[in-house]
Structures are given as C-alpha cells and as structure tokens.
Antibody
Framework: QITLKESGPTLVKPTQTLTLTCTFSGFSLSTSGVGVGWIRQPPGKALEWLALIYWDDDKRYSPSLRSRLTITKDTSKNQVVLTLTNMDPVDTATYFC??????????????WGQGTLVTVSS | EIVLTQSPATLSLSPGERATLSCRASQSVSSYLAWYQQKPGQAPRLLICDASNRATGIPARFSGSGSGTDFTLTISSLEPEDLAVYYCQQRSNWPWTFGQGTKVEIK
C-alpha cells in the first residue's frame, strides 16, 4: 500500500525559506520509472505543478519558480524534500506531494499525500 | 508553457444526468492528458490516464476521449458523490500544467 505524507511548518514569514518533507512508504524511489512530485493549491484556486524528481535523480521544475525551488531525495529514508526560498504571501497554499510511475500510472500522479497548508504572514 | 482551458467553470446537474466536461490545450499534447477529481477538503484522485484509460478502481461511468488539443471527460450518469472539482493535466511538455478546473454541482 502506497502512502505519502507531507510535513513542515504551517506558518512562515515573508522572505523566509520553506522546507517541506514528503515521507512515503510502499514504494522505493530507487525503482526505475518512479518519481515524486510536488503540487500546490492556493485556497479556493487551481492546482499548480511545482517540481518532480525521478528515480535516476532527474529533476524538473516549474520555470516560473525555478530560481526559488530545489527538490532532493533521500532514498534510504524514503523522503523527498522541497525547498522554496524567499517566501511571499502569494505562496500561501496547500502543498501536496504525489507518486508517479511509468507502470502504475503512465507517469501521472496516482497517489497523493493529504496536503499541508502553509501560510505566509508576518 | 501549455495552457489548459477547461469549460464550463461550473456544471449543475441532477443525479442520473450526463455530465460533459471539456479541456482544451493551447497546443497539441497528443494523448498525454489526465483527469483528476478533487472532492472538498481532499487530495485529487486520478480518474483517467492518457486521455481515455481509466485508472485503477475508477467506476465505468467515468470516461475520457480526445487527442491533440480537445479532450472530454464524461460522467454517464451522475451520482451524488460525484460532487467535486475536476482538473485536466498534461504531461506532453515541461512544465506539466493543470487546467483551472470545472466544478460539478448536484442539484
């Protein structure tokens, strides 16, 4: 059974760096064809894809946020970490991590974490 | 960046009716399009992969069609539990993008 869970601060101040951890189970990020992505959703708004890391350490980023985003993986801990620098109130959103696999989901997001709401405010 | 435009913004139908949701891409995405369902307060759920393939465990009343720039999600007979926002997403080109969503209301 695949599960993912996001963790991190619920409140950050403007200009601070946000660090979110996605801890997962039921799959390995060293398995060929597997990836973990981050997606966010401002309150009442649409989903926005942020970043994705694959089993081979290939990394992809949203161009609009590329200068502020970093995604890394720790295969031994079954974790993926997302950092977003220079936080602004417009970054207030629920942040989701999600599993993707060439085999199980044709590279779409088939398992999602519950999401974590991050508020940016002084 | 590929822009996905969904219509209508809101769809209000009665149980048992047929729902037709549209997603139009600003350039061809071939068949690399998915549909997700997001119920209030929940994470999205994958419904359809590669335009027309139902994901595991998805009821047969959900179907997808289309290719290139025009795609459709059809719910053949609405159930009360289908109240949700539905998003399309493309993985043809980086960055992957989502549409703005269609809200399905049950009368």
């Amino acid at each position: 059974q695949i599960t993912l869970k996001e963790s991190g601060p619920t409140l950050v101040k403007p200009t601070q760096t946000l660090t979110l951890t996605c801890t997962f189970s039921g799959f390995s990020l060293s398995t060929s064809g597997v990836g973990v992505g981050w997606i966010r959703q401002p309150p009442g708004k649409a989903l926005e894809w942020l970043a994705l890391i694959y089993w081979d350490d290939d990394k992809r980023y949203s161009p609009s946020l590329r200068s502020r985003l970093t995604i890394t993986k720790d295969t031994s801990k079954n974790q993926v970490v997302l950092t977003l620098t220079n936080m602004d109130p417009v970054d207030t959103a629920t942040y989701f991590c999600a599993h993707t696999s060439r085999i199980s989901s044709r590279y779409y997001f088939d398992y999602w974490g519950q999401g974590t709401l991050v508020t940016v405010s002084s | 960046e590929i822009v996905l435009t969904q219509s209508p913004a809101t769809l209000s139908l009665s149980p048992g009716e047929r729902a037709t949701l549209s997603c139009r891409a600003s350039q061809s995405v071939s068949s690399y399009l998915a549909w997700y369902q997001q119920k209030p307060g929940q994470a999205p759920r994958l419904l359809i992969c590669d335009a027309s393939n139902r994901a595991t465990g998805i009821p047969a009343r959900f179907s997808g069609s289309g290719s290139g720039t025009d795609f459709t999600l059809t719910i053949s007979s609405l159930e009360p539990e289908d109240l949700a926002v539905y998003y399309c997403q493309q993985r043809s080109n980086w960055p992957w993008t989502f549409g703005q969503g269609t809200k399905v209301e049950i009368k």
